[in-house]
């Protein structure tokens, strides 16, 4: 009858899917061999089909091990465990002549491993022989209850609360010591923050096969992305930096107080640090690199005839009127006025721009029109029939040569040339006009 157990019990083996075998129970498969029969229990409960068994010689090398069979509600050892190969002297493979050897329990639902009967009270068993395969004589009955207790307590404690940018930390604190440490970013006992990332990380502590877990928080950085970057203008006076998280130290050329000062720095590239620490204590330092593009020179406004020129290169133009309401946005660097009065132009490149001082536009007539109240003669204008406050004679460099209220306006000391005439009307109307002497 024992013999047909057997055969069951291999039957059984053979069908059932193999869970994978725990990286302890590795051994080496010898010509010598007997086979280890009973059941097993950890902690009063029958043990799982996903759990394993295996015999440890004196020396701590694995001799053998198999997975638990359940059938029936019954969780059945059939453990193989070999022998030294005597061809082989310089490999401990197995169990030597009359050698002790120990069994192990690995509890898969916990990834814990436990000895017999704990890993606090080990005991050894005797009467290894070979029987090439056959059942151990003292180990036959497959009706013997070996209960595996799990009286081993593992502690782990880190208690880690680290910035993303630090350096890799040292674990410490599994109890007891002797352990290894592992879990994501872990090597050689070391975290890596930079590795793990920002969240909470899982650490496993592993002593002797028994588990225990903590967690370790890596805080993510502040968002400290500068908000004014540019690009800036070598005549923009000054710019309050911003970034999206506040409350950090900006510095840099440029840079007073949290004011970055185009101006006074100039045309070029220029790098802004912002040193921050957040509300959980990570630091960190950004280089923002910033551009300040060279702004049109100042532009002047001259006036030829009826239209309005001006003299700086821009890649565009707008002209506005006495109030800086817009009356041209173009590419032209000229402007057709449709009434008197003060204007000014603004010059665009590189995004950045100047703005002119006011320019006072009058039409001008020809004193030879037949409308004309004015009267030139060779060396004297006539003014008839106009209430004028003042009259103005300017060269064509918009120079004052004359300026008279009275109604004959004396030309014998200009010299020949082209001149223009501004009359200042009493109803604030101006006319202007072109003469030649």
Known sequence: MKVHCTIVGLLVLSQQMLAQQPTLFNYIPTNQSATFYGQAQIDGIIATSNDWIAAFDTSGNCAGASQI???????????VIYGDDATSTTIDEGINGTEDFYLKIYDYSNGIYIDFPSSNNVNSFS????????????????????????????????????????????LTGGIPSGGFYSGNSVTAGYFNPNIAGPGSHIIEYNYNGSIAIDTVNVFGLADATLLTSGPFCDNDSSVNLISSTIGGIYSGSGVISNVFFPSSVGTGSYWISYSLTDSNQCSQVVNNLIIVNQSP?????????????????????????????????????????????????????????????????????????????IHQCENKIEIIGLDFITAYVFDINASICISSNKKSINLSSLKKGVYFLKIDLTNKETRTYKFMK
């Open 69 to 79: 069979i359940v059938n029936s509600g019954i969780a059945y050892i059939n453990l």
């Open 127 to 170: 009467g290894w022989t070979n029987t090439n395969g056959a059942p151990l004589p003292a180990y036959s009955n497959i009706g013997t209850v070996y209960n595996f207790i799990n009286t081993f307590s593992v502690n782990l404690s880190l208690n880690i609360n680290i910035c993303e940018n630090d350096q890799p930390v040292q």
């Open 297 to 373: 020179n100042s532009p002047t406004i001259v006036q030829n005839g009826n239209l309005l020129e001006c003299n700086t290169i821009g890649d565009n133009y707008i002209w506005y009127d006495s109030n800086m309401n817009i009356v041209q946005n173009s590419l032209n660097s000229t402007f057709n006025p449709l009434n008197n009065g003060d204007y000014y132009v603004e010059v665009f490149n590189n995004n950045c721009s100047n703005i002119s001082d006011s320019f006072t536009f009058s039409f001008i007539s020809s004193l030879n029109e037949k409308k004309s109240h």
